[in-house]
């Protein structure tokens, strides 16, 4: 079993940043690739950022150039940093951890997610 926890969330003005966290523990030898998912109210989940095992990115082209991922593999934590944050943000961020090496494969695992609200 894999338990991913979140943290990190919280209230920001537009323009302004905050980092994700995601802590892995339990069977983590069995994580490929990791990444962040968010669903706003009443739209799908999607992809936000995620990233392989060896560092290659892939971003939605909505956060390309304000949002960066990233992971340490010795603290088995996965990281979003999102800067210049824009009202349609708002979501809940999902953390994700998959058995396939790609970013853009099936999930296997996932967090309880951490509410993001950009709002002034």
């Known amino acids: 079993q894999v338990q991913l926890v979140e943290s990190g969330g919280g209230l920001v003005q537009p323009g302004g940043s905050l980092r994700l966290s995601c802590a892995a523990s339990?069977?983590?030898?069995?994580?490929?690739?990791m990444g962040w998912y968010r669903q706003a109210p009443g739209k799908q989940r999607e992809l936000v950022a995620a990233?392989?095992?060896?560092?290659?990115?892939d971003y939605a082209d909505s956060v390309k150039g304000r949002f960066t991922i990233s992971r340490d593999n010795a603290k088995n934590t996965v990281y979003l940093q999102m800067n210049s944050l824009k009202p349609e943000d708002t979501a809940v961020y999902y953390c994700?951890?998959?058995?396939?090496?790609?970013?853009?494969?099936?999930?296997?695992?996932w967090g309880q997610g951490t509410q993001v609200t950009v709002s002034s």
């Open positions: 990233i392989t095992s060896g560092g290659s990115a």
């Open positions: 994700a951890g998959s058995e396939v090496n790609s970013a853009r494969g099936v999930y296997d695992y």
């Open positions: 339990g069977s983590i030898f069995s994580i490929y690739a």
